[in-house]
């Protein structure tokens, strides 16, 4: 199958929205996506918005196409990337600084390269005003809903690939892709192949990534073999996977999405003196759980100053699609679990308030940073066991 895979062809058809597709890589458009999402047209049962049929497409492409889309200029502003490029420069220095020893890696040696776990709180920290406009990215929104639906919850790793950093193994990802071959097959095979519905992978170009600097490889079509998670440990596979993998150039501010259940390593940077810089997110359905903790109460109360300028330079406020994006990327949106003798289900229904409700009625308020304070405390007593 995994072989099969490889003679498999994308049908640009199959992908009206798309812009192109490249090396069996749907691609789409940055700007074109977010007119979709800015200026929506009517939606009905019969007739869907343009924003609708998007994500059914991204969904598609997912699942059952090639497993991986590419969104140019999916961030807009390369100043906001410049930015995020100095604070990660700044964690890397003060990591370094107090380094205890080997910060490990995923599928390569650890040490060769600057990696950044947990950027996603980090950068939040270091400069959260950059972090607001990071993060109210609708783009990032929409393709994550998507695929994982509301309440998703991001994390992220910041990759920093020197010039002669070797590839990584090809390999599947989190969560059964970071198993032994013993721990997967312990999994019924339908729950294997269920896995990949759990997570988003993504990584944002922060430089741009010629062939010779390594862009991901990928394996369009892997994301099918139903046994790959304990495929990809044969080093026969390895092979199939050298011959038959693409990969295709990136522009800084550029995002390739993909099923976490797709065969791809980052490729060798084969430079002397280019630096490949990427921000890798891995986005978990509200059910699942994510690989790292986030406290995202730290966040909300780092960022809340400028979370309220954003909202009021919003025409539509808290509506608007990039306010939207901001608190959903921030917040908790699943109300379990909870203590349901303290937070019982609203009157409106079975499930009781969500961090991303109070935090959009906050936000809707412009409430205060003493008054946020106050409701994240009483919110979680009220959840604690």
């Known amino acids: 199958m995994c072989r099969a895979s490889a003679s ?33 047209t009517s939606s009905s049962a019969s007739s869907p918005s343009t924003r609708d049929q998007l994500m059914d497409e991204m969904f598609t492409c997912l699942a059952s196409g090639p497993g991986v889309f590419v969104v140019k200029r999916c961030m807009e502003d390369v100043d906001v990337l410049v930015r995020a ?41 270091v400069d959260p005003e950059s ?67 759990l997570t988003l992978q993504l990584a944002i170009a922060h430089t741009d ?12 079509f ?7 998670y304990l495929a990809y440990h044969d080093p026969q596979f390895a092979q199939v996977f050298k011959e038959k993998m693409v990969q295709v150039e990136l522009e800084a501010g550029d995002a390739v999405f993909f099923s976490p259940a797709l065969f791809h390593a980052a ?47 919003e025409t539509d406020g808290v509506a608007a699609s990039s306010s939207q994006a901001l608190l959903k990327a921030i917040c908790d949106g699943y109300s379990f679990p909870t203590n349901l003798d303290k937070d019982p289900p609203s009157d409106a229904g079975h499930c009781p308030e969500t961090q ?7 936000a809707t308020s412009r409430l205060s940073g003493d008054g946020l304070e106050e409701q994240l405390a009483t919110y979680a007593e009220k959840r604690r066991a």
């Not at 991303?356 to 906050?362: P, S, Y």
Request: proline share 6%.
């Open 85 to 125: 490029n100095a604070a990660f420069k700044t964690i890397i220095e003060r990591e370094r600084e107090g380094a205890g020893g080997s910060k490990g890696d995923h599928f390569a040696e650890a040490g060769k390269n600057d990696r950044i776990w947990s950027s996603f709180q980090k950068h939040a920290e």
């Open 356 to 362: 991303l409700e109070m935090a959009i009625q906050a």
């Open 209 to 220: 990534m010629p062939l010779d600097s390594g862009p991901t490889q990928l394996l369009p």
């Open 267 to 313: 490729g060798d940077n084969r430079t002397v003196d280019f630096e490949r810089s990427a921000n890798l997110l891995q986005v978990s359905a509200c059910w699942s759980k994510p690989m790292e903790s986030v406290d995202r109460d730290a966040i909300l109360r780092n960022t809340w100053p400028y979370i309220i300028k954003h909202v009021s330079s």
């Open 8 to 40: 498999y062809r994308t049908d640009p058809g199959s992908y009206p929205l798309c812009d192109r597709v490249i090396s069996n890589v749907v691609v789409y458009s940055g700007d074109s996506v977010r007119r979709a999402i800015r200026n929506p």
């Open 131 to 197: 972090f607001v406009k990071y993060y109210s990215n609708d783009v990032l929104a929409l393709a994550c809903e998507a695929w994982l639906g509301p309440g998703y919850q991001i994390t992220a790793q910041t990759n920093i690939v020197k010039p002669g950093g070797k590839a990584q193994q090809p390999h599947r990802d989190f969560h059964l892709g970071f198993q032994s071959p013993d721990v997967v097959a312990r999994f019924p095979l339908a729950s294997q192949v269920a896995s990949q519905l």
């Open 222 to 228: 892997s994301q099918q073999f139903e046994h790959g």
